[in-house]
């Protein structure tokens, strides 16, 4: 064989090895869903109902939190029926994460009925997920809200005898948690909240209120021990992570359509505002960006329900982007309203507020860049 005839063979080879990539678009059930779910928020939590509610010491919508888990059932999307949910996967769930993100809406949903759920489904926990499913109760992984994949967690959390002691600090969707899954270096324990004092904390974003949770000698059952925890932890924190991404798309999204609706309908020095040159260009470029943001976290969403093994790369990829584009859309939507962006009556702030935060959650983006850099076998720097 000479090596002319090799070589493209070797590529066909290689290309036939190639996986079928998934469908990056929304199929009929997921526009209907999405469909639904905007509809209601549309109703239920408005933006204006979302900032008044940032004023209060404890700002989980508890009532819309019903209307999503129990009313709607989206809490157990993606569990399966014999455990109480809808069959579905997580890319419906990552539908709902992009509605929610495009109102900033004050519910658990990314902790309880993503993290929590999927690490309980990890190590065939049944009876805790039927009633995360129904609504019943509402679950938080008491992990900082931080956390990157892969990074040790509670490692200061002390166990005796059953009973878990020490505080984990900002610790996402614990106020309207009924359980706490508590990762401790004796393996995973559930701990009834009232058990613990979960303090809310003045967070920078709060649509999404953070916690402090102090153990003290709080009796818990556990439900893994350490080599069985370790790597559903792991995969928990990187579905979340990738899932994050759908939040963060409907964040960038919903502000670039409020910035578009407002330069097109304000007025100054007799013209509209949208008919200058640069804003136009502005708003493209925010454009391009959320639309390659979509690309990558649909990509990360089919990973996440096929349970492909390049889920950690589709997670970080993501994150790598969709940390700035959300960041940068609400910058923008803000700078563009004037000086009324600036005031605290204006819902670019929650735009903001929300992609500051989620910037951070679950890791950055350099950190992302670093653990991409690894999965890919790149040198990080």
């Not at 967070?203 to 893994?224: E, H, K, N, P, V």
């Not at 982007?321 to 819902?347: D, R």
Request: charged share 20%.
């Amino acid at each position: 064989m000479s090596i002319d005839n090799a070589a493209p063979k070797a590529a066909q080879k290689k290309a036939a090895e190639k996986k079928e990539l998934p469908s990056l678009l929304y199929s009929e059930v997921e526009t209907e869903l999405s469909g639904t779910i905007r509809g209601m928020l549309g109703t239920h939590a408005t933006w204006q109902s979302v900032l008044a509610r940032t004023e209060a010491d404890d700002t989980t919508d508890r009532a819309l939190w019903k209307r999503i888990a129990v009313d709607q059932g989206l809490a157990g999307l993606a569990v399966p029926e014999e455990l109480g949910g809808a069959g579905a996967s997580w890319r419906e769930v990552a539908v709902v994460l992009e509605e929610l993100g495009r109102a900033t809406a004050q519910v658990p949903y990314l902790g309880s009925a993503v993290t929590a759920t999927s690490l309980l489904m990890e190590f065939g926990e049944k009876d805790l997920v039927r009633q995360l499913a129904s609504g019943e109760k509402v679950a938080a992984v008491v992990v900082p809200f931080s956390t990157v994949p892969g990074a040790e967690v509670n490692g200061s959390l002390k166990v005796s005898d059953g009973k878990v002691s020490g505080t984990v600090t900002s610790v996402a969707d614990a106020l309207a948690a009924d359980v706490l899954l508590v990762p401790t270096t004796d393996g995973l324990y559930a701990v009834d909240a009232a058990a613990a004092s979960v303090a809310g904390i003045v967070s920078l974003d709060m649509t999404r209120q953070l916690a402090d949770i102090t153990f003290d000698a709080a009796s818990g059952s556990i439900l893994a021990d350490t080599a069985t925890l370790a790597p559903a932890l792991q995969k928990s924190l990187v579905l979340t992570a990738a899932l994050l991404a759908s939040e963060q798309l409907g964040v960038a999204e919903a502000a670039l359509d409020v910035a578009v609706d407002y330069v097109k309908n304000r007025y100054q020095f007799g013209r509209l505002i949208g008919s200058y040159q640069a804003l136009k260009h502005r708003l493209a470029d925010v454009y391009v960006l959320v639309s390659q943001v979509r690309a990558a976290a649909r990509y990360a969403a089919a990973c996440a329900g096929d349970n492909d093994e390049d889920l950690p790369v589709a997670a970080s990829v993501a994150q790598s982007h969709a940390s700035y584009v959300a960041v940068k859309a609400a910058e923008e939507c803000m700078q563009l309203h004037g000086g009324i962006g600036f005031t605290w009556e204006n819902q670019s702030h929650l735009f903001l507020k929300r992609a500051k935060a989620d910037s951070i959650g679950l890791g950055r983006a350099d950190q992302h860049r670093t653990l991409l850099a690894g999965l890919v076998d790149l040198p990080a720097s």
